[in-house]
C-alpha cells in the first residue's frame, strides 16, 4: 500500500486598499510548491478559497511559475480587470473583464475533469447558507465563483440556480475540507492577517460627506485626511473576521507556512514580481531546511512522497495520463 496523497491548500489572500485596488500577489505559493518540488516532493491535489483557487487551479493544470506569472499580471494588471466601477446595481466592479481574463488564461472549455491533477475550489452556497465544494464543472467558472467577493463583484449562479460567492465568508482557509477528500500530509501555504492590528485613528477627524468631497477635489487636502482603512478594506477585513490563523485544525502531518512579504514592498507591488519571487523562493527553501533538521514529521512526509514516486513502476511514468487512469 502506497503512501496518501500530498496536497497543497491556498487560501485567499486578498486584502484590498481601496475600491479600485488589486488583491495580493499570491505567487510566493508557486515558490514554496517550486522549492518542494526541487526536494523531489509530488503534489497530488489542490484545494483553495477565492484568489488561491486561481493559483491552485494553474497547478492542478501543471502550469509552470512563469506561466502564472504572466497570467497574474494579464488578469490583475493589463487587462484592470478589478479597477472597472460600474453602476452599483448588482455589484461595485463590472465583473465582464475579469471573467473574459479567467476564461483565457484556463481555456474558455477546460474543466475540471481535465486537468492534470484532481482541483477543488471553495465557495460560499448563499442559496443552502453551506459551503460549496466544487469538483467538477468548468475550470475558469470555478474560480470565478470562489472568488466572487460580495459587493465588489457580482455572485455567479448555476445552471442550477445556486447563488455562489467568495469561500472565505465560511472557510478561508479549506484545510478541513481536504482532511475530508484525503488522508496523508497536506502544504498549507498562507498569508493571513496578523492576530492583531491597531489603528492610529481620531474618529471625530473621519469628514463627512460634504468635506470628504471638498477633500477629494483638492490634492493638498486630500493628503491632510485621517488613515484610516477605506469602505472596501473594512468589507474584507469584516468578511473575514471569524477566520482564526492560529486555530487550524492542523494535525501533525499538515504543514503549515507564511513566506513574509519582503520589506519595502506592499503586497499590491505587482511590478515587483521578481522581487517577490526571489525573496519567497529563498525564504521557502530555508523554511524546510530549518524542519526537517528539526524532524517535522509534515516536512518528513512531505518530501517522502517524492520518494514513493520515484519507486513508481518504470512501465507507467512515461505513459500519458489517459493511459495511466484507464
Not at 510548491?33 to 492542478?60: C, H, K, L, N, P
Not at 492542523?250 to 511590478?271: C, N
Amino acid at each position: 500500500m502506497g503512501l496518501p496523497s500530498e496536497s497543497l491548500i491556498l487560501p485567499d489572500s486578498t486584502r484590498p486598499e481601496d475600491m479600485s485596488g488589486e488583491p495580493c500577489d499570491n505567487e510566493p505559493a508557486e515558490l514554496d510548491r517550486q522549492a518542494f518540488r526541487e526536494r523531489g516532493a509530488v503534489f497530488d491535489i489542490f484545494v483553495g478559497t477565492s484568489v488561491g483557487s486561481a493559483m491552485a487551479a494553474g497547478f492542478a493544470k501543471n502550469l509552470e511559475a512563469e506561466h502564472l506569472e504572466r497570467g497574474t499580471h494579464e488578469i490583475f494588471v493589463r487587462s484592470r480587470s478589478l479597477r472597472r466601477p460600474t453602476w452599483p446595481r448588482y455589484s461595485l466592479l463590472d465583473h465582464k473583464a475579469f471573467d473574459r481574463s479567467l476564461a483565457e488564461q484556463y481555456g474558455a472549455d477546460c474543466r475540471i475533469e481535465d486537468c492534470w491533477r484532481p482541483f477543488a475550489a471553495v465557495a460560499t452556497n448563499l442559496s443552502t447558507h453551506n459551503l460549496e465544494l466544487i469538483r467538477t464543472g468548468v475550470l475558469w467558472q470555478a474560480v470565478r465563483a470562489s472568488s466572487a467577493i460580495p459587493g465588489l463583484l457580482p455572485p455567479f449562479y448555476t445552471p442550477e440556480g445556486a447563488m455562489l460567492v467568495d469561500g472565505c465568508l465560511i472557510d478561508n482557509v479549506p484545510l478541513a475540507p481536504m482532511h475530508q477528500l484525503k488522508s496523508g500530509p497536506n502544504l498549507v501555504v498562507h498569508f493571513g492577517e496578523p492576530a492583531a492590528e491597531m489603528f492610529d485613528v481620531d474618529y471625530s477627524a473621519l469628514p463627512g460627506r460634504f468635506e470628504l468631497i471638498a477633500a477629494m477635489l483638492t490634492p493638498f487636502r486630500k493628503k491632510l485626511l485621517p488613515a484610516a482603512p477605506s469602505a472596501v478594506n473594512v468589507l474584507w477585513r469584516s468578511l473575514v473576521a471569524h477566520q482564526r490563523y492560529d486555530t487550524l485544525p492542523a494535525g501533525p502531518f499538515d504543514a503549515v507556512m507564511r513566506p513574509p512579504v519582503p520589506e519595502g514592498i506592499d503586497v499590491t507591488d505587482f511590478d515587483l514580481h521578481t522581487e517577490i519571487f526571489d525573496a519567497s523562493y529563498l525564504w521557502a527553501r530555508a523554511a524546510i531546511d530549518v524542519l526537517e533538521a528539526e524532524g517535522n514529521p509534515a516536512i518528513a512526509a512531505i518530501l517522502a512522497t517524492g520518494t514513493a514516486a520515484t519507486k513508481r513502476p518504470p512501465q507507467l511514468a512515461g505513459l500519458p495520463r489517459e493511459a495511466r487512469s484507464g
